[in-house]
């Protein structure tokens, strides 16, 4: 997708704070941070959405979550963490490329919002 943001976070064409990257998953920094930590993770392969999951993409998936946890005992807070994601903009979802919000470091509320 040309016009992605988070596609041209994932190809290195702009530069951002990265946490974890490998083949097909990276991490970094949110620019606009809600928490201590909020980490975005995306797959590197434009999925515009959690409802755009199936099987011909959702290995991708899991994957995230190994790195989600990786992260998280890296950082020291596996015991400690929400991860989020907007589906839709009546959910909150402002980028449509598929990402996994990973925050630490306060306490949360439930229900969310
Ligand atoms: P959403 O609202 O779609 O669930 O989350 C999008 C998130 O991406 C927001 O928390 C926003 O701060 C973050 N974000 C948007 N554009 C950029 C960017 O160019 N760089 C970084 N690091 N974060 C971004
Ligand atoms: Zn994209």
């Not at 950082?75 to 980028?95: I, K, S, Y």
Request: charged residues 20%; negative net charge; contains cysteine.
């Amino acid at each position: 997708m040309s016009d992605c943001i988070f596609c041209k976070l994932a190809s290195g064409e702009i530069p951002t704070n990265k946490v974890y990257e490998d083949d097909t998953v990276l991490a970094f920094h949110d620019m606009d941070p809600q928490a201590p930590t909020h980490i975005l993770v995306i797959p590197k392969a434009h999925i515009a959405s959690a409802s755009e999951i199936d099987e011909s993409n959702s290995t991708v998936i899991a994957h995230i979550f190994e790195v989600i946890a990786k992260i998280a005992a890296e950082n020291g807070f596996e015991n400690d963490f929400r991860v989020v994601n907007n589906c839709g903009a009546r959910a909150g979802q402002t980028v449509h490329h598929l990402h996994f919000h990973l925050m630490s470091g306060r306490e949360f509320t439930w229900p969310a919002g």
